[in-house]
């Protein structure tokens, strides 16, 4: 199994997270703005050089305004269609 930022599912996770900030309508630095974090740390996360915890994505998805449980379905949905 591969391991780090380049697993399959991580880089779905990424997409993922990249796709529900710019449907919030928000650029990096409003989300960091709104995480009350610097827009490096978005970027980090966006490019899977950071990790985020199950805390840290309920975080993301509150400033997202995209309810937790609808995250994890939609990622659910691309895992099962292989990421796409």
Same mark, same amino acid.
Request: glycine share 8%.
């Given at each position: 199994?591969?391991?780090?930022?380049?697993?399959?599912?991580?880089? #779905?996770?990424?997409?993922? /997270? =990249? @796709?529900?900030?710019?449907?919030?309508?928000?650029?990096?630095?409003?989300?960091?703005? !709104? $995480?009350?974090?610097?827009?490096?740390?978005?970027?980090?996360?966006?490019?899977?050089?950071?990790? #985020?915890?199950?805390?840290? /994505? =309920? @975080?993301?998805?509150?400033?997202?305004?995209?309810?937790?449980?609808?995250?994890?379905? !939609? $990622?659910?949905?691309?895992?099962?269609?292989?990421?796409?």
């Amino acid at each position: 199994m591969e391991k780090g930022a380049l697993q399959p599912e991580r880089v #779905v996770l990424r997409k993922l /997270l =990249r @796709e529900v900030r710019k449907e919030a309508g928000l650029r990096q630095v409003g989300l960091a703005e !709104r $995480l009350g974090r610097p827009q490096s740390f978005v970027s980090d996360v966006e490019k899977g050089q950071r990790r #985020v915890d199950v805390l840290e /994505l =309920r @975080e993301i998805c509150v400033a997202c305004e995209i309810p937790l449980a609808v995250f994890i379905a !939609r $990622l659910e949905a691309w895992l099962e269609r292989g990421g796409a």
